[in-house]
């Protein structure tokens, strides 16, 4: 059709003709075509528009368009809206056109056609300037405005209404419809349908509505099924955001200042975010404070809280106090105005309670740690959300047995957390939920109780699982995955338990208000975690715990506040009201206030018993908490485990030990930590940490360690156990029984028995060489001690406690002990010493139900063999333990049974049990006496001391049985015992070096247990034990011995010495005491013959009195030690050997003069020590007092040991030298140097000092011819006399020989000559002295003179008796210093060496022969101990015995004693030498006798001067030098490491000066030593001495008080 083209152009040429018609057909046609519709239209509209078009170019007059266009119009209705929109295109395209004609024809042609078109609809479609330009209307503009007007009238100002009260119908039927009742067939999309048409019809605001359906909600939460499916189908129809905004102007509306938002607002807010109707991040911006200002909330909180800590800890004053009060309510005045609710944590407490964990976990996340439960609400929310999530597992595993619980419904909730119904379960939600909880689950203790019942049915669960896989180790291995699986689980689960308790459970504690039953259920839980676990609880709890968050910070301080309080308070008096406080606060806070407790108690050690006391109130945790925090208290790296001085421990470290012993033994607390911590310092080699370990036993098991034991107690230790605990402890030892089981079970449990053992063995030397550096002497001993006396204690509580099988299945035998773990041997024999006698006892109890035998002999037979079995492995371990050579002298089997006994398996304390026995009768009278006690407790009483005395019947004579068979036993062994293949000397340095000196230091029960043992081995008549030398060398020179020792040790020594003497002052005390222990006892043969050979005869053994001259120079050797010692100036010397002094007491001194010489130097200790050291002061002063009061039971030297010889025989001359006297026959060489200290070594030394000496000599050897014990004194007059006085001396000693001498006296006479030579030594030293003294001293001398002579008068008659013994000892002395100088001038100088060499054997004879006395001592003026110190020639110093001491140490084999064996070779030295002296001297001699006698009548004339003047002297002397120079008394006994360079001195002087008088004494001697034919001629000078004797007494005695003086200073 042309319709689709444009119209024919020959239509518009012929329009009247034929184109009009054609074009009408054309439309007629175009509308009655129905079929497509919207072609058609499209072709009409074409038509019409191309019409048009021609109208416009000009082609077709308007006019005729417009007549045939009314035609067209009737063709169909809508012609004429099709016409205006072609009028429209028309218009826009020629309103284009620059053409004005164009435009004119269009707006004509719609002119023409405005009848046919309506305006209305023109006015719509044509452009207003178009409208206007037709008339159609009058400005363009205006009806711009106004169609735009219309347009917003019509599409943008829609009829909504939003307010209730535009609306009120609308409105009140939606809330009708929300608020009707729901429970019906009523479901949401029902009810939204209404909700539409409403809004429809009344035009309602669709967000009004959503808004009251959110009201209507609020109101009815419990519709959430209803409500939720609602808003969400609504939400379809708005904007996402919508619903958000809502909700954020709703809480807006509630930001006021006072304003509240209500908890339903949060709950719908929460229910939509768990429903995702709307996001999180959308609502929380709309919410109210920003989190900016809850950080500054959260830090001015920390802030606040360090305040008040502050204000607690400071001391305030009163009138501060006021101000702070007024500060302070001024700010509460201030803080009125409440700020805006947090719509933040309100909302996150009402998503914890729908569940919603999810959102509220993200809240939190946005806040500081804790800050939001740390509002209560929100904590219990989130509490009761936890007991939801718990219930099933809890009630399936957590619940106790007998206890119901309430039940808790589930959430009805399909999106709330999943229920925990494994432990699993519980770790991947609810521990989450706990840590975000913190401190606060203390808001919910019930809960805090099932998470704590959780915890400990996991534990259990754990614990069987551990046991059933120990149990199926034959698991098929396809289960070995699983299981490592399970395991893995296990331990994660165990991990993350552990965090909870450490983050949330401990901390809850602290803010519970003092809830005893949560700690104790707590503690259910706890003591399933290993030991190590829960102190690193406790750790982080006390150390970290307090500073996480401003609340326990708080706490933190008013606890500590609070125990300042109660602790100021404390008293014994009010321990129960102060416990009671002191329970209360630790059931929340038992870090805090145990730490402040502990820091109290350190400080003020009299706290200790009150704190003890007071804490019965504690928990089970609390006091795990308490061990906890001593150990940490221990272990504080900051203070110092020595005090200032560096010399003792420091006191905190003493306080904490004694409360550790006193708390653990009261109360049941678990000691694994403590006993592992002591355990772990001991291997860091850290020893002061024993001093815990040590109280902890002692107070726990009751088993004391102390050195300050009286003797009663001491044998009562040796009984059995019920005897000790009787009778041997200071404390009474009482309900120990638990206490001591719990210590053994911690150390069984813990293994820790047998390490602890050994790491204090090892550790006793190491505190020595490792600890012991840098530290003190005195420190370093205390520490030795400490480590060593817990040693002793723990091995007893070990010995005491452990079941046999126990002890046996830990210790290892003693090879091991020794070899493997380096264990020092006495502490290994200690280890092993029960587990012997256990052994024994349960081998002879076997082998007697055995066999029924009752006699007495098949029981004794029993226990040998039972012994033997036992023994026999040790005797071969303890091979090892020793070089081989060590064999040959003692045998194994002696040396294990010695270490293998104690003093129970020797005696039995009969006297301690009589006296327990006596005391539980005298109790029982008491309570028989007592009229007050009611009649059923006398009854008990009764009945408790009766079965105690019937124990101790019983324990007495079972002890009596095992002490005969013990005995049976030994002398059935004796004959092995001592072996002997070198030298019975050697074979008592072993036994002294292996055996007693060890184990006398070990312990004091060791000490007494050495004493009898050689007393034992004595009476068994042992065969190669000489007792005598064993006694010798125990008393010979303790000084090395004394000085090596620590405190302790001293103190043990000292016991074992006093025993050791106590023995040898009972034999000495009576005769037949003496004949009847030692007479004919193998011990006391004084001729040591082969080994083989045992025949000895009465003349071999040692007689009586003899053996008292041996106790006096015992005696002697003692006082010369101990002096030594006291003159050191070393404080270990001093302090030790006053101890030692203290402890050998009761049986020395006994001899008056060697008391006096004590007395004197005690004395000056005590002025010297008062400032310097007061705890040397302290020990002298306690000494001297009790050495006063011993003055009484001392005796003069005549009387404890005979002085004047009886008629001599041989033997008497033998023994008169005591063993080892040189005067013995070379048969008998019991050699003196095997009791005195001459070696080779020191002859030597005495050659060269010979030398030096000469020169002085020559100085002094002016008018005085015979001068020999003068002092050196300024007046040369009272030099002579004394020298008048010696030669007197010697006169009547050689008279008084010559008298005595029988035929058979010659070896006396050797001995003496020996001895004499000593004397003339001395002498010379003593006048090299006095010669260097006259030049320094004279000013003085005049003055001092007057003095000495007032100070004499008054004690003459006293000294003269102490003379009369003195005098006795000189006078042999005397005769001898004549005959050697003369002797030693005419041998030839090449000579004059092996002179000295037989002078030190001489002096060492001398020594052994009588015993001296030693010197006083009064004070000493500085010079004159400057000069000591520098002339080494004239005085022998300290330093020069020692060293002579030392070189003989070098020399001996045994390492703690000297050995003593003289060289055979200068015996046969001396007698060549005699031999020549003989010939040369012999007629010399006769003829300078005869002048003797001469001189010897001159001085008797002069003897009553010399009574004047020598007083004086001797006291000058006296004051001057303190006797510089030794007497002649001294010089008899005194021994080479005594003064060897004074004899050699003297010996040279009395070369140069000796006249031909003393020649021909010293050739009479020879000639005596090879035959006694110059007995004749001896007896003048004896009668001459007995003569003078009594007018000498008095001069004498002064002048040998001063020699002590002197001898003394030798020493």
């Given at each position: 059709?042309?319709?689709?083209?444009?119209?024919?152009?020959?239509?518009?040429?012929?329009?009247?003709?034929?184109?009009?018609?054609?074009?009408?057909?054309?439309?007629?046609?175009?509308?009655?075509?129905?079929?497509?519709?919207?072609?058609?239209?499209?072709?009409?509209?074409?038509?019409?528009?191309?019409?048009?078009?021609?109208?416009?170019?000009?082609?077709?007059?308007?006019?005729?368009?417009?007549?045939?266009?009314?035609?067209?119009?009737?063709?169909?209705?809508?012609?004429?809206?099709?016409?205006?929109?072609?009028?429209?295109?028309?218009?826009?395209?020629?309103?284009?056109?620059?053409?004005?004609?164009?435009?004119?024809?269009?707006?004509?042609?719609?002119?023409?056609?405005?009848?046919?078109?309506?305006?209305?609809?023109?006015?719509?479609?044509?452009?207003?300037?178009?409208?206007?330009?037709?008339?159609?209307?009058?400005?363009?503009?205006?009806?711009?405005?106004?169609?735009?007007?219309?347009?917003?009238?019509?599409?943008?100002?829609?009829?909504?209404?939003?307010?209730?009260?535009?609306?009120?119908?609308?409105?009140?039927?939606?809330?009708?419809?929300?608020?009707?009742?729901?429970?019906?067939?009523?479901?949401?999309?029902?009810?939204?349908?209404?909700?539409?048409?409403?809004?429809?019809?009344?035009?309602?605001?669709?967000?009004?509505?959503?808004?009251?359906?959110?009201?209507?909600?609020?109101?009815?939460?419990?519709?959430?099924?209803?409500?939720?499916?609602?808003?969400?189908?609504?939400?379809?129809?708005?904007?996402?955001?919508?619903?958000?905004?809502?909700?954020?102007?709703?809480?807006?509306?509630?930001?006021?200042?006072?304003?509240?938002?209500?908890?339903?607002?949060?709950?719908?807010?929460?229910?939509?975010?768990?429903?995702?109707?709307?996001?999180?991040?959308?609502?929380?911006?709309?919410?109210?404070?920003?989190?900016?200002?809850?950080?500054?909330?959260?830090?001015?909180?920390?802030?606040?809280?360090?305040?008040?800590?502050?204000?607690?800890?400071?001391?305030?004053?009163?009138?501060?106090?006021?101000?702070?009060?007024?500060?302070?309510?001024?700010?509460?005045?201030?803080?009125?105005?409440?700020?805006?609710?947090?719509?933040?944590?309100?909302?996150?407490?009402?998503?914890?309670?729908?569940?919603?964990?999810?959102?509220?976990?993200?809240?939190?996340?946005?806040?500081?740690?804790?800050?939001?439960?740390?509002?209560?609400?929100?904590?219990?929310?989130?509490?009761?959300?936890?007991?939801?999530?718990?219930?099933?597992?809890?009630?399936?595993?957590?619940?106790?047995?007998?206890?119901?619980?309430?039940?808790?419904?589930?959430?009805?909730?399909?999106?709330?957390?999943?229920?925990?119904?494994?432990?699993?379960?519980?770790?991947?939600?609810?521990?989450?939920?706990?840590?975000?909880?913190?401190?606060?689950?203390?808001?919910?203790?019930?809960?805090?109780?099932?998470?704590?019942r959780l915890g400990k049915a996991f534990m259990k669960e754990v614990g069987t699982s551990k046991k059933l896989n120990s149990e199926d180790r034959m698991v098929k291995f396809q289960s070995d995955g699983?299981?490592?699986?399970?395991?893995?689980?296990?331990?994660?689960?165990?991990?993350?338990?552990?965090?909870?308790?450490?983050?949330?459970?401990?901390?809850?504690?602290?803010?519970?208000?003092?809830?005893?039953?949560?700690?104790?259920?707590?503690?259910?839980?706890?003591?399933?975690?290993?030991?190590?676990?829960?102190?690193?609880?406790?750790?982080?709890?006390?150390?970290?715990?307090?500073?996480?968050?401003?609340?326990?910070?708080?706490?933190?301080?008013?606890?500590?506040?609070?125990?300042?309080?109660?602790?100021?308070?404390?008293?014994?008096?009010?321990?129960?009201?102060?416990?009671?406080?002191?329970?209360?606060?630790?059931?929340?806070?038992?870090?805090?206030?145990?730490?402040?407790?502990?820091?109290?108690?350190?400080?003020?050690?009299?706290?200790?018993?009150?704190?003890?006391?007071?804490?019965?109130?504690?928990?089970?945790?609390?006091?795990?908490?308490?061990?906890?925090?001593?150990?940490?208290?221990?272990?504080?790296?900051?203070?110092?485990?020595?005090?200032?001085?560096?010399?003792?421990?420091?006191?905190?470290?003493?306080?904490?030990?004694?409360?550790?012993?006193?708390?653990?033994?009261?109360?049941?607390?678990?000691?694994?930590?403590?006993?592992?911590?002591?355990?772990?310092?001991?291997?860091?080699?850290?020893?002061?940490?024993?001093?815990?370990?040590?109280e902890v036993v002692q107070k726990m098991a009751g088993i004391e360690i102390t050195e300050e034991m009286t003797m009663e107690q001491l044998e009562a230790m040796t009984g059995g156990e019920q005897l000790k605990a009787e009778g041997g402890y200071f404390g009474q030892i009482r309900n120990t029984k638990k206490s001591s089981q719990r210590l053994k079970d911690a150390l069984l449990d813990h293994d820790l028995a047998l390490p602890l053992c050994l790491l204090m063995a090892q550790q006793r030397n190491g505190v020595i060489f490792q600890e012991g550096g840098e530290k003190h002497l005195k420190l370093v001993g205390k520490l030795y001690d400490q480590c060593h006396d817990t040693l002793v204690q723990f091995g007893g509580f070990l010995a005491s406690n452990l079941s046999t099988e126990d002890y046996i299945k830990r210790v290892p035998s003693i090879d091991v002990l020794c070899n493997e773990f380096h264990t020092p041997h006495d502490a290994a024999f200690f280890l092993s010493r029960p587990m012997y006698a256990h052994h024994i006892s349960s081998k002879y109890d076997e082998l007697k139900k055995a066999e029924k035998g009752n006699k007495q002999q098949h029981k004794v037979h029993k226990y040998i063999t039972s012994c033997e079995l036992v023994m026999a492995p040790v005797h071969d371990a303890v091979i090892s333990l020793h070089l081989p050579k060590v064999w040959d002298d003692i045998s194994p089997q002696f040396y294990a049974t010695f270490w293998s006994l104690t003093m129970y398996d020797l005696a039995v304390p009969h006297n301690s049990y009589d006296r327990e026995v006596n005391k539980l009768k005298v109790q029982m009278k008491a309570i028989d006496d007592n009229q007050e006690m009611p009649p059923n407790k006398k009854k008990k009483e009764k009945e408790r001391c009766t079965a105690l005395q019937d124990k101790l019947l019983e324990e007495e004579k079972k002890q009596l049985e095992h002490v005969q068979r013990v005995l049976q036993r030994l002398k059935l062994e004796k004959d092995n015992w001592l072996l002997a293949r070198s030298t019975k000397n050697e074979t008592i340095t072993k036994f002294l070096q292996l055996c007693i000196f060890p184990r006398c230091i070990f312990s004091a029960i060791d000490a007494v247990y050495c004493a009898h043992f050689v007393e034992l081995v004595h009476q068994q008549k042992t065969p190669n034990f000489s007792t005598l030398l064993c006694y010798d060398r125990v008393f010979s020179d303790i000084i090395y011995t004394v000085a090596s020792c620590t405190e302790n040790e001293a103190s043990r020594y000292g016991r074992f010495l006093c025993c050791m003497l106590e023995t040898v002052t009972r034999w000495h005390s009576d005769r037949n005491i003496y004949e009847k222990e030692c007479g004919n006892y193998p011990g006391f043969l004084t001729i040591l013959r082969a080994t083989g050979f045992d025949g000895g005869n009465k003349a071999d053994q040692l007689d009586y009195e003899n053996f008292r001259h041996v106790v006096h120079k015992w005696h002697y050797k003692l006082t010369k030690a101990s002096v030594h010692c006291l003159e050191t100036g070393e404080y270990t010397h001093i302090r030790n050997i006053l101890i030692v002094l203290t402890k050998i007491l009761p049986w020395y001194p006994k001899v008056l003069n060697l008391g006096q010489a004590l007395e004197r130097r005690v004395h000056k200790i005590c002025q010297e020590e008062k400032e310097k050291r007061p705890d040397l002061y302290a020990l002298a002063m306690g000494y001297s007092g009790q050495l006063k009061s011993r003055k009484p039971y001392m005796v003069p030297e005549n009387e404890f040991h005979h002085k004047d010889p009886p008629a001599r025989n041989a033997v008497a001359a033998t023994v008169q030298n005591g063993p080892g006297g040189a005067g013995l026959p070379a048969s008998l060489t019991i050699n003196a140097a095997k009791l005195e200290e001459s070696t080779a070594e020191e002859t030597d030394k005495l050659k060269e000092k010979t030398q030096g000496a000469v020169k002085v000599i020559n100085k002094t050897a002016n008018a005085t011819p015979k001068v020999t014990t003068s002092n050196g004194n300024s007046a040369s007059n009272s030099k002579i006399i004394k020298e008048k006085e010696d030669k007197e001396k010697s006169g009547k000693e050689k008279d008084k020989e010559k008298k005595e001498k029988t035929p058979a006296a010659i070896p006396e006479a050797k001995a003496l000559g020996k001895d004499g030579k000593d004397k003339p030594k001395e002498e010379r030293a003593n006048k090299d002295d006095k010669t260097r003294e006259t030049k320094e001293k004279t000013p003085k001398s005049d003055k001092e003179k007057?003095?000495?002579?007032?100070?004499?008068?008054?004690?003459?008659?006293?000294?003269?008796?102490?003379?009369?013994?003195?005098?006795?000892?000189?006078?042999?002395?005397?005769?001898?210093?004549?005959?050697?100088?003369?002797?030693?001038?005419?041998?030839?100088?090449?000579?004059?060496?092996?002179?000295?060499?037989?002078?030190?054997?001489?002096?060492?004879?001398?020594?052994?022969?009588?015993?001296?006395?030693?010197?006083?001592?009064?004070?000493?003026?500085?010079?004159?101990?400057?000069?000591?110190?520098?002339?080494?020639?004239?005085?022998?110093?300290?330093?020069?015995?020692?060293?002579?001491?030392?070189?003989?140490?070098?020399?001996?084999?045994?390492?703690?004693?000297?050995?003593?064996?003289?060289?055979?070779?200068?015996?046969?030295?001396?007698?060549?030498?005699?031999?020549?002296?003989?010939?040369?001297?012999?007629?010399?001699?006769?003829?300078?006798?005869?002048?003797?006698?001469?001189?010897?009548?001159?001085?008797?004339?002069?003897?009553?001067?010399?009574?004047?003047?020598?007083?004086?002297?001797?006291?000058?002397?006296?004051?001057?030098?303190?006797?510089?120079?030794?007497?002649?008394?001294?010089?008899?006994?005194?021994?080479?490491?005594?003064?060897?360079?004074?004899?050699?001195?003297?010996?040279?002087?009395?070369?140069?000066?000796?006249?031909?008088?003393?020649?021909?004494?010293?050739?009479?001697?020879?000639?005596?030593?090879?035959?006694?034919?110059?007995?004749?001629?001896?007896?003048?000078?004896?009668?001459?001495?007995?003569?003078?004797?009594?007018?000498?007494?008095?001069?004498?005695?002064?002048?040998?008080?001063?020699?002590?003086?002197?001898?003394?200073?030798?020493?």
């Open positions: 059709m042309a319709a689709a083209g444009a119209l024919p152009a020959e239509w518009i040429k012929n329009w009247e003709k034929s184109g009009k018609s054609e074009f009408l057909q054309l439309c007629r046609m175009l509308s009655e075509n129905k079929s497509h519709e919207n072609v058609t239209f499209r072709d009409i509209q074409q038509a019409l528009y191309e019409l048009a078009n021609h109208v416009v170019k000009g082609n077709l007059k308007h006019e005729q368009a417009s007549n045939v266009l009314s035609d067209v119009i009737e063709f169909r209705d809508d012609m004429s809206s099709i016409l205006a929109d072609v009028f429209c295109i028309l218009d826009i395209e020629t309103s284009c056109l620059e053409e004005k004609s164009k435009r004119d024809h269009f707006t004509q042609l719609v002119l023409a056609c405005l009848y046919l078109v309506s305006d209305t609809v023109l006015k719509e479609r044509l452009d207003p300037e178009t409208l206007e330009s037709l008339g159609l209307i009058k400005q363009s503009q205006q009806f711009n405005q106004k169609s735009v007007k219309i347009k917003t009238k019509l599409f943008y100002k829609q009829q909504k209404f939003n307010l209730l009260r535009e609306e009120n119908e609308g409105y009140a039927k939606l809330i009708a419809e929300l608020g009707q009742d729901l429970s019906g067939n009523i479901t949401s999309d029902l009810i939204l349908e209404n909700i539409k048409s409403l809004i429809g019809c009344f035009n309602l605001d669709p967000n009004r509505v959503l808004d009251i359906i959110l009201e209507v909600y609020e109101c009815r939460p419990e519709y959430d099924e209803f409500f939720v499916p609602l808003i969400e189908s609504y939400m379809y129809m708005c904007e996402p955001q919508t619903l958000c905004h809502i909700l954020g102007f709703k809480f807006k509306f509630y930001q006021e200042p006072n304003g509240e938002t209500p908890s339903s607002l949060y709950r719908v807010a929460a229910v939509l975010l768990q429903h995702n109707l709307i996001d999180l991040e959308d609502l929380y911006v709309h919410l109210l404070p920003v989190d900016n200002a809850i950080l500054e909330e959260h830090k001015r909180e920390i802030v606040e809280a360090k305040q008040i800590v502050r204000k607690l800890t400071m001391v305030v004053l009163s009138s501060e106090k006021t101000e702070e009060k007024e500060k302070e309510k001024d700010k509460e005045e201030e803080k009125t105005e409440k700020p805006p609710d947090n719509q933040k944590l309100g909302l996150l407490e009402a998503l914890l309670k729908v569940g919603d964990w999810q959102h509220a976990q993200s809240i939190m996340d946005q806040m500081p740690p804790f800050y939001a439960t740390s509002h209560k609400p929100i904590a219990i929310a989130l509490c009761q959300l936890v007991h939801v999530t718990v219930e099933p597992l809890y009630r399936r595993v957590g619940v106790p047995k007998g206890a119901k619980g309430s039940p808790i419904s589930n959430l009805q909730n399909k999106k709330a957390p999943k229920q925990a119904e494994s432990f699993e379960d519980l770790r991947k939600e609810v521990f989450n939920m706990l840590c975000y909880l913190g401190p606060h689950l203390s808001h919910d203790p019930i809960l805090f109780a099932k998470v704590v699983n299981k490592q699986e399970d395991k893995e689980k296990m331990e994660i689960l165990f991990s993350c338990l552990l965090n909870i308790t450490d983050q949330v459970l401990l901390p809850s504690l602290t803010l519970m208000d003092c809830n005893a039953c949560m700690s104790e259920e707590l503690w259910g839980m706890f003591k399933t975690f290993p030991y190590q676990y829960r102190y690193r609880l406790y750790g982080q709890w006390k150390n970290e715990t307090y500073n996480s968050h401003p609340l326990l910070v708080k706490v933190k301080a008013q606890t500590i506040d609070r125990a300042k309080y109660i602790m100021k308070r404390l008293t014994k008096e009010n321990v129960k009201p102060s416990g009671r406080q002191i329970g209360k606060l630790s059931h929340s806070n038992p870090t805090i206030l145990f730490d402040y407790i502990l820091s109290q108690i350190q400080k003020y050690d009299n706290l200790i018993t009150p704190v003890v006391d007071s804490l019965k109130y504690l928990t089970s945790l609390n006091y795990d908490v308490l061990a906890y925090c001593i150990i940490e208290a221990l272990a504080n790296p900051e203070k110092e485990r020595m005090k200032h001085d560096d010399t003792t421990i420091s006191s905190w470290l003493q306080s904490l030990a004694s409360f550790c012993g006193a708390v653990f033994r009261k109360y049941p607390i678990e000691l694994a930590g403590l006993l592992q911590y002591v355990a772990n310092q001991l291997k860091a080699g850290k020893s002061f940490d024993l001093l815990i370990l040590k007057e003095k000495a002579k007032k100070e004499e008068k008054t004690p003459k008659d006293e000294k003269s008796k102490t003379v009369v013994t003195n005098a006795e000892s000189k006078f042999a002395a005397e005769k001898e210093r004549e005959k050697e100088p003369s002797r030693e001038r005419d041998v030839a100088k090449d000579m004059k060496s092996k002179e000295n060499i037989k002078g030190g054997e001489k002096l060492s004879v001398a020594g052994s022969l009588k015993s001296p006395v030693p010197r006083s001592e009064t004070s000493e003026s500085e010079r004159e101990q400057k000069r000591r110190k520098v002339d080494t020639h004239s005085s022998p110093s300290h330093s020069s015995t020692v060293k002579d001491s030392l070189s003989e140490l070098k020399d001996s084999s045994a390492k703690h004693y000297i050995n003593h064996t003289t060289p055979a070779l200068s015996k046969s030295k001396e007698r060549e030498v005699d031999k020549k002296d003989l010939d040369k001297s012999r007629e010399r001699s006769r003829e300078r006798e005869k002048k003797d006698e001469k001189d010897r009548k001159d001085r008797k004339r002069d003897h009553s001067n010399s009574d004047r003047e020598v007083p004086q002297d001797s006291t000058k002397r006296r004051k001057e030098e303190n006797g510089t120079t030794g007497s002649s008394k001294h010089s008899k006994s005194e021994s080479p490491s005594d003064s060897p360079r004074s004899n050699e001195k003297e010996k040279e002087k009395n070369k140069s000066k000796s006249s031909g008088k003393e020649k021909g004494d010293s050739i009479k001697t020879e000639k005596m030593e090879k035959s006694s034919s110059g007995s004749k001629k001896e007896s003048r000078h004896d009668k001459e001495k007995t003569e003078k004797k009594e007018k000498r007494d008095s001069a004498g005695g002064k002048e040998e008080k001063k020699h002590h003086k002197s001898s003394d200073k030798h020493r």
